[in-house]
């Protein structure tokens, strides 16, 4: 199992490659979409980089459960109900909701995934 140093350093080399980014720019709070500009096909070529990076297999909607925010179950007015969220937390364990949970706005969500939490996904993915 790679540290936590050798996962931040080839997630950081992921982003740096897929987003056009800067080394300085991917640090462990900096947000995916609002501070690195990932749109939603840059997701693909992150999944791609990260799987090859880490020699893992990342199934679709296991980083990102579109799933769920497409469910009406989990979903009322474009925003995310209590069920939702749970179901959320289990999917996502790697990824801190806090500020989601706050105002769980759909789009809220893909603005709210840090650097940190990509670490976290990879560490969670390796363990298993």
Do not use: W, Y
């Not at 939702?84 to 706005?105: H, Q, S, Y």
Request: charged residues 30%; aromatic residues 8%; hydrophobic residues 45%.
């Amino acid at each position: 199992m790679p540290s936590k140093e050798e996962i931040f350093d080839k997630v950081r080399e992921a982003l740096v490659d897929a987003l056009g980014v800067d080394d300085d720019e991917v640090i462990p709070t900096a947000t995916l979409q609002g501070d690195l500009d990932a749109e939603s096909i840059d997701f693909l070529d992150i999944v791609f980089r990260l799987e090859k990076a880490f020699d893992i297999k990342i199934e679709r909607g296991e980083l990102f459960p579109e799933d769920i925010l497409t469910d009406a179950a989990f979903v009322q007015d474009g925003k995310v109900n209590e069920a939702g969220i749970a179901k959320l937390r289990e999917r996502m364990p790697f990824a801190d909701l806090t500020n989601f949970e706050a105002e769980p706005v759909i789009q809220n969500l893909g603005q709210q995934l840090t650097v940190k939490d990509m670490c976290n996904f990879v560490a969670h993915k390796l363990a298993a």
